[in-house]
């Protein structure tokens, strides 16, 4: 055996075998959690799509950086049940964040963070990770997530008779009454209207809100803008984006305001749905694990007051930027009003009463 050089090989592979296990023993597994910011331009939402190369996801560059730095093992990129892998939250196509969650088991290897952002691009960062108990789930554990949406004010000019386009800007009266209308969505509402493929009498359909409002305007180079921003316990697919499209159809004076109402009701309603391109996810929380755990001597709460700083200089280096640069080029919100008038607004209230009468 020695002489073909079996032996010598198997003792090598044997050698190397041992080396990855003193590894292994020296970093064990942990369940983790790692605060995530990125910008979506350009990614079909954060959710991997194993199989489907052609449609790039936030978690493929991020299991790829884990497996890269040595976090985890290269066959647990593929199945990522291995590593127990939970997201908070699965953000649409060209949506960002800023404060994304994924749990995890991972090895602790030295300098965890920094060798996991040398194998991400710049506008995908992990800006703060924490241990968390054995059976920890980002979704299952988390009690409410905020949004923000970033949009030019003139997105709210009059349809008939306010300037259209970026010389507009918000006036008072019109930012009461777009904070009024944001308002009406709070507590639970049978939100069917607001996603698809979800019948008016899916129990899933019923959502909480907690608040949602819209900030003082500021001027970006030379375009006004403004943040809405959105708490609420669990949201659907396309959800946020057709809460603040209805918001917009209104105030522009394409719908009346009972159409809110009415898109509560069993029936079918035409909401419009706004670009993807303002949605961020800012924050998830987590309430009740921290009362919990937070303060058992082990764990720590999942409070990220440390890392406000980092979120921020992100956001204002890569999320709105992004925002603004894509809106010029593209114009996104501009191209997008354009539809509005193509929505039937109150055709399916009709439509209901003579089906009403030709069932009878």
Same mark, same amino acid.
């Given at each position: 055996p020695e002489e073909n050089g079996h032996q010598n090989k198997r003792l090598k592979s044997d050698a190397d075998e041992e080396d990855i296990e003193d590894q292994n023993k020296k970093s064990p597994k942990r369940k983790i959690v790692l605060l995530m910011a990125y910008s979506g331009k350009g990614y079909h939402g954060m959710q991997r799509n194993v199989g489907s190369s052609q449609f790039k996801t936030i978690e493929d560059d991020l299991v790829s950086a884990l497996v890269q730095s040595g976090c985890i093992p290269e066959n647990h990129g593929e199945d990522m049940k291995k590593m127990s892998f939970q997201r908070c939250a699965r953000t649409d196509k060209g949506v960002s *964040? *800023? $404060?994304?969650? #994924? %749990? =995890?088991k991972v090895r602790l290897i030295d300098d965890i =963070?920094?060798?996991?952002?040398?194998?991400?691009? %710049?506008?995908? &960062?992990?800006? $703060?990770?924490? &241990? #968390?108990?054995g059976g920890f789930n980002s979704k299952n554990k988390c009690d409410a997530r905020t949004y923000s949406y970033m949009l030019p004010t003139f997105a709210f000019a009059h349809k008939d008779?306010? #300037?259209? !386009? !970026? =010389?507009? &800007? =918000?006036?008072?009266?019109?930012l009461g009454r777009v904070n009024k209308l944001l308002a009406c969505y709070r507590g639970t509402h049978n939100f069917h209207n607001f996603t698809s493929q979800k019948g008016p009498r899916d129990p899933s359909a019923k959502r909480y809100i907690m608040e949602m409002y819209c900030g003082e305007p500021f001027v970006r180079e030379n375009m006004e803008f403004a943040v809405i921003k959105v708490k609420g316990q669990s949201f659907m697919m396309h959800q946020i984006r057709k809460m603040i499209g209805l918001v917009i159809a209104i105030v522009k004076g394409y719908a009346a305001e009972s159409i809110m109402e009415r898109s509560w009701g069993e029936e079918k309603v035409d909401v419009p749905k706004a670009p993807g391109l303002g949605l961020v996810l800012e924050k998830v929380h987590f309430e009740k694990y921290n009362r919990r755990f937070g303060n058992d001597g082990l764990h720590e709460p999942l409070e990220w007051t440390e890392e406000e700083e980092k979120i921020a200089v992100f956001k204002e280096q890569y999320i709105y930027p992004t925002i603004i640069n894509t809106e010029r080029e593209e114009k996104s919100m501009a191209n997008w009003l354009n539809t509005l008038p193509i929505h039937d607004f109150n055709s399916s209230a009709v439509e209901m009463q003579t089906n009403n009468k030709n069932s009878k």
């Amino acid at each position: 055996p020695e002489e073909n050089g079996h032996q010598n090989k198997r003792l090598k592979s044997d050698a190397d075998e041992e080396d990855i296990e003193d590894q292994n023993k020296k970093s064990p597994k942990r369940k983790i959690v790692l605060l995530m910011a990125y910008s979506g331009k350009g990614y079909h939402g954060m959710q991997r799509n194993v199989g489907s190369s052609q449609f790039k996801t936030i978690e493929d560059d991020l299991v790829s950086a884990l497996v890269q730095s040595g976090c985890i093992p290269e066959n647990h990129g593929e199945d990522m049940k291995k590593m127990s892998f939970q997201r908070c939250a699965r953000t649409d196509k060209g949506v960002s *964040a *800023a $404060g994304q969650i #994924v %749990s =995890l088991k991972v090895r602790l290897i030295d300098d965890i =963070l920094e060798k996991i952002n040398n194998h991400l691009p %710049s506008h995908i &960062r992990i800006l $703060g990770l924490k &241990r #968390v108990t054995g059976g920890f789930n980002s979704k299952n554990k988390c009690d409410a997530r905020t949004y923000s949406y970033m949009l030019p004010t003139f997105a709210f000019a009059h349809k008939d008779h306010d #300037v259209q !386009e !970026e =010389l507009y &800007r =918000l006036d008072r009266e019109t930012l009461g009454r777009v904070n009024k209308l944001l308002a009406c969505y709070r507590g639970t509402h049978n939100f069917h209207n607001f996603t698809s493929q979800k019948g008016p009498r899916d129990p899933s359909a019923k959502r909480y809100i907690m608040e949602m409002y819209c900030g003082e305007p500021f001027v970006r180079e030379n375009m006004e803008f403004a943040v809405i921003k959105v708490k609420g316990q669990s949201f659907m697919m396309h959800q946020i984006r057709k809460m603040i499209g209805l918001v917009i159809a209104i105030v522009k004076g394409y719908a009346a305001e009972s159409i809110m109402e009415r898109s509560w009701g069993e029936e079918k309603v035409d909401v419009p749905k706004a670009p993807g391109l303002g949605l961020v996810l800012e924050k998830v929380h987590f309430e009740k694990y921290n009362r919990r755990f937070g303060n058992d001597g082990l764990h720590e709460p999942l409070e990220w007051t440390e890392e406000e700083e980092k979120i921020a200089v992100f956001k204002e280096q890569y999320i709105y930027p992004t925002i603004i640069n894509t809106e010029r080029e593209e114009k996104s919100m501009a191209n997008w009003l354009n539809t509005l008038p193509i929505h039937d607004f109150n055709s399916s209230a009709v439509e209901m009463q003579t089906n009403n009468k030709n069932s009878k």
